[in-house]
């Protein structure tokens, strides 16, 4: 919704923004800075406060500094920071190299490393690889291996972010600068109709501001009542309590080698824990886990716990599809999309997501996968696809006559989309003991790999597509499109599984005896006659492990209430809105903060996971519509509209307040070397580019 100040200035200060968190988020938003500034700021002077403690364009998350073991869980192929003609955005397409490509760039010489990279390669030349890192030549070693197909370390995706933020820079107009600030924002303060105060943790004198970004990416938070009640019986007992964190920062060497380790969770931050404590302590594996049949066998160090793991589902996320989709792609959206979308904020009373939303959802699903078997696979069905689709349209999703017309058309089972299964594969299922349930586990994942690596189940792929269009569009519900986080578990469970190598690895350990399944319903009990953790699960009635450890393998669970960012806290205590699943409330059309009342604030933005229109990622595969990039676009025309207003009015001169501008360089185009995004950075809070 629109959004208008009435306020005038009149005094000859330099127009400015603060963007909170440098991550790849803020990335995206200094781009589409970049991309807008010309046709809506140009020739206007303006200042940019980019703050965060870790380096610009990979933030904390993808920072360098974690272990070379960690991998993303995309291919480089799959992974771009830049727009093109899918995505639905007001601002100019600018073009720019998907991971692989950049690298490929890297190598022949038409890019270069950034300053920000160059600097961490010769920081660890002298001194070698060290403490199982490698050396500064690992990371261009890495880059020449790179393909499409490749599963890159999380410290090469720092270096592509990096140089996207320096790119971004680069591209600004003249008259735009960037300061950066390697510290945390702790308050916003200020009126709805004028500047706004951002202090920082390590200065007494705030950033005044005509409006406030936050990209804060995912944030930490305070443990729960039942974590808090964990740890304190873990104190009382010489026990050992990991809770939800993300597990590049935990303390893993907390987990005594040769013993039982509880972990509850089997999604991403459970496969970086099995990676830390396997390989991270010297065990390595032999065969190959690159290809489809290859089995891993894994050698112990002698220095790992044994893992054993549960969940809700009780099964790791689906492995990430290990092939690219040819022919035609399914025409979306089709259930589910704009029009479908204005209706349900058109109605006068909210929709529920579950009665409202959730079937569209589900036939939107069904309408990707049917579309690809039929077109790519007709020989497993019975129907011409003409009239299949006219009488799914035409069925209620989840109906009798939905599942009689699919049953008729579509005679192989495995063939079908089944979503509740899909969601939960164990449920109903028993097993007479654990040792059982280990065999059963290795099944269900051998085949899951299998499938996901099968062209002829294209039909996977077009879910996948189906899952990010459907992403996209819940977008514009803001917190009506998943009020409880079920829809966005349900998303990375299906869709943001783990590389196919991983789970060859974790079937090695499995059969070396590293990993154990518990398997689904997860329950944990604290025995306090006995001073040990306990837990069972659903699927293995009657029988417990018990342990001296237990990991909570998740992230922490966004809350108002316990979030551990003091910006948040007290924006927060002065009004602004969150839902019951913990995300702060914004406008889903240009990211405006929400108060309680429903208004937007007029000087202050969010955007990233922790708000109400969260995306699928902060970056995507190209040519998918890239939901975080119109978001991105949205808000920077927003933010630059309402800045231009406020500049028109007076003469242009440098900040009384801020470092005067230095000279600007030549704007290179995205992907060509720039002179000045190579430059040594400047200290704390000097501009990087004018």
């Not at 093109?84 to 270069?112: F, M, Q, Y």
């Not at 920000?116 to 990371?139: K, M």
């Not at 998303?491 to 690895?505: C, H, I, K, N």
């Amino acid at each position: 919704m629109p959004v208008s100040s009435v306020t005038v200035r009149t005094s000859p200060v330099t127009p400015s923004v603060v963007v909170v968190g440098a991550g790849p988020r803020g990335t995206g938003f200094l781009e589409r800075i970049a991309a807008n500034a010309r046709s809506l700021y140009d020739g206007l002077p303006l200042d940019i406060h980019l703050v965060d403690p870790h380096p610009p364009g990979a933030g904390r998350v993808w920072r360098r500094d974690q272990s070379p073991l960690l991998w993303m869980n995309s291919m480089a192929g799959d992974v771009t920071m830049f727009t093109d003609d899918t995505v639905a955005l007001a601002g100019p397409v600018r073009h720019g190299p998907a991971l692989h490509e950049w690298a490929r760039d890297i190598r022949e010489g038409r890019a270069r490393l950034s300053a920000e990279s160059e600097a961490a390669e010769a920081a660890l030349a002298p001194s070698g690889s060290g403490a199982g890192a490698p050396s500064g030549a690992g990371l261009r070693a890495e880059i020449a291996a790179l393909t499409g197909q490749t599963f890159p370390s999380r410290r090469v995706q720092s270096a592509y972010l990096s140089w996207v933020y320096e790119q971004s820079v680069a591209a600004l107009p003249p008259g735009i600068t960037v300061h950066q600030h390697r510290t945390d924002a702790v308050r916003v303060s200020g009126p709805r109709g004028g500047r706004q105060r951002v202090r920082l943790a390590d200065r007494t004198e705030p950033l005044l501001a005509d409006l406030v970004v936050l990209t804060l990416g995912h944030l930490d938070a305070e443990p729960d009542a039942e974590q808090v009640e964990l740890s304190r019986f873990a104190a009382e007992h010489g026990l050992v309590h990991l809770p939800p964190d993300f597990t590049a920062d935990s303390d893993l060497s907390a987990l005594p080698a040769g013993e039982p380790v509880l972990v509850r969770g089997f999604g991403l931050a459970f496969v970086d824990l099995m990676v830390l404590v396997t390989e991270g302590r010297g065990g390595r594996y032999s065969g190959s886990a690159d290809h489809d049949n290859g089995e891993l066998v894994y050698h112990p160090s002698g220095r790992e716990p044994v893992l054993y793991v549960g969940s809700r589902r009780g099964v790791p996320y689906h492995s990430k599809i290990g092939y690219g989709l040819d022919g035609e792609r399914p025409p979306l959206p089709r259930f589910l999309g704009p029009e479908q979308i204005d209706e349900l904020l058109s109605r006068p009373v909210p929709p529920d997501f579950r009665r409202d939303v959730r079937p569209l959802v589900d036939k939107e699903l069904g309408f990707a996968h049917y579309h690809r078997l039929f077109t790519a696979h007709p020989e497993r069905t019975r129907v011409d696809w003409t009239d299949f689709e006219e009488k799914y349209a035409a069925a209620d999703p989840g109906g009798p006559e939905l599942d009689a017309l699919v049953g008729a058309a579509v005679p192989d089972p495995a063939d079908r989309l089944d979503l509740t299964a899909l969601d939960r594969p164990l449920a109903g299922l028993r097993f007479p003991s654990y040792d059982a349930l280990q065999d059963g586990l290795r099944d269900y994942i051998r085949a899951d790999l299998a499938r996901r690596h099968d062209p002829a189940h294209s039909a996977d792929l077009a879910v996948f597509l189906g899952l990010l269009s459907v992403y996209g569009q819940l977008i514009r519900l803001g917190d009506l499109g998943d009020p409880g986080g079920g829809w966005h578990g349900f998303f990375s469970y299906l869709a943001s599984g783990p590389p196919g190598p991983r789970l060859r690895q974790l079937l090695a350990l499995s059969r070396a005896g590293i990993v154990r399944f518990l398997g689904a319903d997860m329950s944990v009990e604290a025995d306090g006659q006995r001073g040990i953790f306990r837990a069972g699960s659903a699927v293995v009635p009657g029988e417990y492990v018990e342990a001296r450890a237990l990991v909570e393998a998740r992230l922490p669970d966004p809350s108002p209430e316990r979030t551990r960012s003091p910006l948040l806290r007290a924006l927060y205590e002065e009004g602004a809105a969150a839902i019951s699943a913990g995300l702060v409330r914004v406008d889903p059309d240009d990211g405006r903060l929400l108060e309680r009342d429903g208004t937007p604030h007029p000087r202050r933005f969010a955007l990233g996971p922790y708000t109400t229109a969260r995306s699928s990622g902060a970056f995507t595969r190209p040519r998918t519509g890239g939901p975080a990039f119109r978001q991105n676009d949205a808000t920077a025309r927003a933010a630059l509209t309402l800045l231009a207003g406020l500049a028109q009015p007076s003469v242009a001169q440098p900040s009384a307040t801020q470092p005067s501008a230095t000279p600007s360089p030549a704007t290179p185009p995205a992907g060509a070397p720039s002179t000045a995004a190579s430059a040594p950075q400047p200290p704390d809070g000097l501009p990087v580019r004018s």
